[in-house]
């Protein structure tokens, strides 16, 4: 399917989206779609919403730092040794030694990918010189927590060009280029812990009010929770999926 698409998107059997597909291929396109260039690695469940989580967000003794971390004498995670392939201007490929100093991100396993990262990242898995097989390597070796939530998303934070295809967004959260949306795919959570930033929910977010007419109230599983959605809070998210 070379050249046949422009955007890659997973989704499972339990993704709805909230967008005709004529309006899908709108936002996306290429000329002049509001989210041309634009990499989406997070929900709506994002501690840093439409931008992926830096592991220096979350407090130093929280394990999603300190899985990939060391601390002490400063901040520091790992430093990935890896070749890129550059186009010259004369347009030769020519290799290039790099030596990055990574920071870990958080992002979610759902994901709204450009065409030209997404050729990158198979391609790199091929060499294992690369940014990402030697990070994938370090990993494997260290013994770290090896998912899709971090190991893209960090691929993407730490490698030049593709850092400037995040989402900018505004003050409020929302996309700079389509003010309406706040969220690449709606989720309802609640680990009951401290987020990136210190909050400590002492109720569930999300508990249903006692006037509902609802009997069965919805009932926390894991991170996720299970039961009746709030139509406005998807309208207001503007995601993409829920």
Same mark, same amino acid.
């Given at each position: 399917?070379? #050249?046949?698409?422009?955007?890659?998107?997973?989704?499972? #059997?339990?993704?709805?989206?909230?967008?005709?597909?004529?309006?899908?291929? /709108?936002?996306?396109?290429?000329?002049?779609?509001?989210?041309?260039?634009?990499?989406?690695?997070?929900?709506?469940?994002?501690?840093?919403?439409?931008?992926?989580?830096?592991?220096?967000?979350?407090?130093?003794?929280?394990?999603?730092?300190?899985?990939?971390?060391?601390?002490?004498?400063?901040?520091?995670?790992?430093?990935?040794?890896?070749? @890129?392939?550059?186009? /010259?201007?004369?347009?030769?490929?020519?290799?290039?030694?790099?030596?990055?100093?990574?920071?870990?991100?958080?992002?979610?396993?759902?994901?709204?990918?450009?065409?030209?990262?997404? @050729?990158?990242?198979?391609?790199?898995?091929?060499?294992?010189?690369?940014?990402?097989?030697?990070?994938?390597?370090?990993?494997?070796?260290?013994?770290?927590?090896?998912? /899709?939530?971090?190991?893209?998303?960090?691929?993407?934070?730490?490698?030049?060009?593709?850092?400037?295809?995040?989402?900018?967004?505004?003050? /409020? #959260?929302?996309?700079?280029?389509?003010?309406?949306?706040?969220?690449?795919?709606?989720?309802?959570?609640?680990?009951?812990?401290?987020?990136?930033? #210190?909050?400590?929910?002492?109720?569930?977010?999300?508990?249903?009010?006692?006037?509902?007419?609802?009997?069965?109230?919805?009932?926390?599983?894991?991170?996720?929770?299970?039961?009746?959605?709030?139509?406005?809070?998807?309208?207001?998210?503007?995601?993409?999926?829920?």
């Amino acid at each position: 399917f070379a #050249g046949k698409w422009d955007v890659f998107i997973n989704i499972s #059997g339990d993704s709805m989206p909230t967008l005709t597909q004529k309006s899908f291929s /709108d936002l996306f396109h290429p000329t002049n779609g509001p989210l041309r260039n634009i990499n989406f690695v997070t929900s709506s469940a994002c501690e840093t919403g439409l931008v992926p989580t830096s592991v220096y967000d979350f407090p130093t003794w929280w394990p999603k730092r300190k899985q990939y971390t060391t601390e002490g004498f400063g901040k520091r995670g790992p430093t990935i040794k890896h070749v @890129e392939l550059i186009t /010259d201007e004369s347009g030769a490929t020519v290799a290039e030694n790099k030596l990055t100093n990574v920071t870990m991100h958080f992002g979610s396993q759902w994901m709204v990918l450009q065409h030209d990262f997404v @050729e990158y990242f198979v391609k790199s898995l091929d060499r294992k010189d690369s940014f990402p097989s030697q990070l994938k390597k370090w990993l494997n070796d260290t013994e770290k927590p090896f998912t /899709d939530e971090t190991f893209i998303p960090t691929i993407l934070m730490n490698l030049y060009p593709f850092n400037e295809t995040i989402p900018k967004v505004n003050e /409020d #959260g929302s996309l700079v280029n389509l003010p309406s949306m706040r969220a690449a795919r709606f989720e309802r959570m609640d680990e009951q812990g401290p987020s990136a930033f #210190g909050f400590y929910p002492l109720k569930q977010r999300y508990e249903v009010s006692s006037s509902s007419p609802i009997n069965d109230k919805p009932k926390a599983w894991g991170p996720y929770f299970l039961g009746v959605y709030d139509l406005s809070d998807i309208k207001h998210s503007g995601a993409l999926f829920v």
